[in-house]
């Protein structure tokens, strides 16, 4: 069952990704929340190795999402693409 999440989650991420960006923001944040609960469950289902391999991915595909959040965090205010 949780490869076939993870499938959908692939699916549905490269479908935002198609999608304008201003339209991207609402289902982009749900993916990138859910993103690391099913990295973990992957990592415990399968091995350890499976979920470094999920994390590289995510963090390739989410890598100026997760740029923007770290500037927030240390407080700049970064420009968000129109």
Do not use: K
């Not at 959908?8 to 201003?22: C, E």
């Not at 973990?40 to 390739?60: E, K, P, R």
């Amino acid at each position: 069952m949780l490869l076939w999440v993870c499938i959908a989650w692939v699916l549905a991420s490269a479908a935002v990704a198609m999608l304008p960006m201003r339209l991207q923001y609402v289902p982009g944040i749900a993916l990138l929340l859910m993103a690391p609960v099913l990295i973990v469950l992957a990592g415990v289902t399968w091995n350890w190795w499976v979920a470094g391999f999920a994390l590289f991915a995510f963090v390739s595909m989410f890598r100026n999402p997760l740029r923007y959040f770290l500037a927030r965090a240390r407080g700049e205010r970064p420009e968000i693409p129109r």
